[in-house]
């Protein structure tokens, strides 16, 4: 039994695999903090809630923070006897190229996500993750990554919003019902959503011309199908793609071994 864990800067998400369907997936707040003690007994109790008896064999993970790693490992031989792959580390295979700069470290979440979006759609793609950063990667024809575009994440901008400016308030994300804003609030509101609506669409217009073809646009992360609410800007959303690349990469290495 395969148990994928995605690390971001947020959230981490845990992900029970079974070789054919996930079983049961938990989100928590990413904290370095959080010992290998915490984790299992964290995941263990919700195991246990959900009636889950299961004997975790294999891990992978991919991870954004590094010094969340050390204690993940840890659990890992403590509690599982077992020794996890992760992304971005020599003996992690990846079953795509990665054509970018010399030097470059790629964020694995990105190469994970690059992995998923080829296994599911091909290639010619541009996937967008709306996370702490909103990012776009291109998948070319082969499935190899060849770089992408990175800006601020929506909830960082509205954050720094709130921050920066001692008369703005904290304010959720919501599609608003006019563009002109009518208080505060709404403003903001507009601001940012209008303004990531153009955002996506202008970067992928400008993608797609300097490839000179046609590309799908993939969508991931929360806020996704926000956005895609009036506007189609995306040709399809998925919810799990990370954790669904991580279960492609676990089983090249396995059949590489």
């Known amino acids: 039994m395969l148990l994928a864990i995605d690390c971001g800067n947020t959230n981490t998400v845990f992900a029970i695999w079974d070789g054919e369907q996930f079983l049961a997936s938990w989100r928590t707040s990413t904290e370095w903090q959080r010992t290998a003690d915490q984790y299992y007994v964290w995941l263990s109790t919700l195991m246990k809630l959900q009636s889950l008896d299961v004997t975790i064999t294999d891990m992978i993970i991919s991870s954004t923070v590094p010094r969340v790693v050390f204690n993940l490992r840890v659990m890992a031989d403590r509690y599982f006897n077992t020794r996890p792959l992760v992304v971005g580390k020599p003996d992690c295979l990846l079953p795509v190229d990665v054509r970018v700069d010399q030097g470059t470290a790629v964020g694995p979440d990105r190469l994970v996500n690059t992995v998923a979006g080829h296994d599911l759609y091909g290639g010619d793609l541009i996937m967008v993750d709306f996370g702490t950063a909103t990012t776009f990667d291109v998948v070319d024809r082969d499935g190899a990554y060849i770089g992408g575009v990175i800006a601020p994440g929506v909830n960082l ?34 601001g940012v959503f209008w303004g990531y609506v153009g955002l996506v669409r202008e970067i992928c217009a400008r993608i797609k011309a300097e490839r000179e073809r046609e590309m799908r646009v993939i969508s991931t992360g929360g806020l996704a199908p926000l956005f895609q609410q009036s506007e189609a800007l995306f040709d399809a959303f998925e919810d799990d793609l990370t954790i669904h690349g991580l279960t492609v990469i676990h089983q090249f290495n396995k059949d590489a071994a």
């Open 157 to 190: 901008s509205l954050e720094a919003l709130h921050q920066a400016a001692a008369a703005l308030p904290h304010v959720d994300i919501s599609k608003p019902q006019a563009v002109i804003g009518t208080n505060t609030v709404t403003c903001m509101q507009s």
